[in-house]
């Protein structure tokens, strides 16, 4: 590949594969086209870019790689990607019920104000819930299967337990339905970043330059993912990584994963979408057998 390719794809891939398909799902709010189904076939777009541009210029060769993964992964997408869109559906369509009396939300705002506040709030419960999840037990069972990940790829986005995936958006979702927030708005963000999630967690070599330290892309992601725990415990943003800034969690790895592996330090992680829903509960029976047993001794 020629290197005005290569600089193209490195510098451009997300304005303009993102930054067109977020601006394509902002148009049809504006114009107030339903956004079932156009939103989730724009957000179908975005990920396919995301997948071809990955085998142009892959961050690492050998991630290209099937890891006994893909067909996981899949499943993990097709299912999460229902989850949140019905979520945030039966949430937002109550929204719309809320009396005027005691509604809220400022719905005389510019409609790419509106968005943005959706995405704030949105963002901060993501944040909150997802290092919640690295800290108490029984979340962080549910976040496993999202970390077991021995490659980052464009679906990886979407391995998430689906309980975990609703319960990472559910807090935002209700502050949201409490204020009588329009539904469209959140499934508008949710199409939005369901592009930017498959570009943060890619196999693409690509960069936002100082726009890293601003919104949570691959540059700084990868290293959450580093297989040493220790080490992960920072950039948890989704989207933006203003609240990692805030509360001191922002570490700017960009170029310094060098050789590192990521996923889990337990090997023996099944690797099947079943086993993967059956694990959080399997092992917090074990763990209860294990301290039972040692109570009884």
């Not at 993964?69 to 949430?91: G, Y």
């Not at 592009?195 to 700084?220: E, K, P, W």
């Not at 029976?285 to 294990?290: D, E, F, G, S, T």
Request: proline content about 5%.
């Amino acid at each position: 590949m020629d290197n005005f390719l290569r600089f193209m794809i490195r510098w451009f891939s997300y304005p303009i594969a993102f930054g067109g398909t977020a601006g394509w799902m902002i148009w049809l709010l504006y114009g107030g086209v339903p956004y079932w189904p156009a939103t989730p076939l724009i957000a179908a777009v975005g990920i396919a870019l995301v997948a071809m541009l990955e085998r142009l210029q892959p961050f690492r060769e050998q991630w290209l790689e099937d890891h006994q993964d893909t067909l996981t992964d899949l499943l993990h997408m097709l299912v999460n990607l229902s989850v949140i869109q019905f979520t945030a559906t039966v949430l937002a369509r109550l929204g719309d019920w809320v009396p005027d009396a005691v509604r809220v939300f400022p719905t005389d705002l510019p409609l790419w104000c509106q968005l943005l506040i959706v995405a704030a709030i949105l963002d901060l419960s993501f944040y909150a819930m997802h290092r919640l999840s690295h800290h108490v037990p029984w979340l962080w069972r549910l976040h496993a299967p999202h970390h077991s990940a021995e490659r980052l790829y464009w679906m990886n986005g979407e391995r998430r337990h689906p309980l975990h995936a609703a319960i990472m958006a559910g807090p935002g979702l209700l502050v949201l339905f409490a204020m009588g927030t329009p539904s469209v708005l959140a499934a508008t963000w949710f199409g939005i970043l369901t592009v930017h999630l498959a570009f943060q967690h890619s196999n693409l070599d690509y960069s936002l330059g100082r726009l890293r330290n601003v919104i949570g892309v691959a540059d700084t992601h990868r290293w959450h993912h580093k297989r040493e725990f220790e080490d992960a415990q920072v950039n948890f943003g989704e989207f933006f990584l203003v609240w990692d800034h805030l509360f001191g969690t922002f570490y700017d790895s960009a170029g310094r994963l060098g050789d590192a592996e990521v996923g889990l330090r337990e090997r023996d992680y099944p690797t099947g979408y079943r086993a993967q829903l059956a694990v959080p509960f399997r092992r917090r029976k074990q763990a209860q057998a294990c301290r039972a047993s040692r109570t009884a001794s």
